[in-house]
């Protein structure tokens, strides 16, 4: 088995966490049933699919959740507009990640996002940690777990497959690294990240 050299990081889930049922049901004041429905239109639309992939902007897909969702659109166009408050940090997996880099592996990240809620969100998380590059999916108008998108992240660093190991919260995106020959874990829990990363790093290296 290939030697682990690089790691691939997810953004969503895996170096961010998201307040998005806080949002909904505390500051936009909505009942749960509503506040996942709401959720559910949002991130579960194929509008959503061409908001990440880039083939849209903010203000397309605000105008299409008003022609498609006329029942929640209100909702879903205040929840984008107030997505700066979505994320939250966390700190305890950029120092794991930062302490691995000593030990010399290289880091990237994968992710399917949109543009501007990527600069939006992403800021505090590349200041903290010096990737050594990425592929997000509104660059490459591709989509986890598109094999593609996998490759152009190869493709893009001249990196052998088998020396990467990938960490998302979607076991299909995991399956999609796999078939493009990578290695690949899914992210349960932020804590059984950070424990499997603290692993790593008393042991000074990574083992599958």
């Known amino acids: 088995m290939a030697e682990i050299r690089n790691l691939v990081f997810d953004m969503g889930n895996v170096l961010l966490s998201y307040r998005w049922k806080e949002m909904l049901e505390v500051d936009r004041g909505l009942s749960p049933e509503r506040a ?16 990440d992939i880039g083939d849209i902007d903010e203000a397309g897909a605000i105008k299409r959740f008003h022609e498609e969702y006329p029942d929640v659109a209100d909702d879903v166009e205040w929840f ?25 592996y290289r880091t990237y990240i994968l992710s399917n996002y949109s543009g501007e809620l990527y600069n939006m969100h992403t800021g505090p998380v590349e200041k903290a940690i ?30 052998k497959a088998e020396e990467c190991l990938f960490f998302d919260d979607v076991e299909a995106n995991i399956e999609g690294a796999r078939s493009a020959g990578m290695h690949g874990i899914v ?4 804590e059984e990240l950070n424990a499997l990363l603290e692993s790593y790093v008393n042991l000074g290296k990574v083992s599958l």
């Open 80 to 104: 984008i507009n107030s997505s700066a408050e979505m994320p939250l940090p966390r700190y305890r997996t950029w120092e794991l990640i930062n302490e691995l880099k000593k030990l010399g």
């Open 187 to 190: 992210v349960r829990k932020e």
């Open 130 to 159: 010096d990737f050594d590059g990425r592929v997000v999916s509104y660059e490459v108008h591709l989509l986890k777990p598109d094999i593609r998108i996998y490759e152009a992240l190869l493709g893009k660093y001249d990196l």
């Open 36 to 51: 996942r429905e709401v959720a559910r239109v949002t991130f579960k639309s194929d509008i959503w699919r061409d908001y």
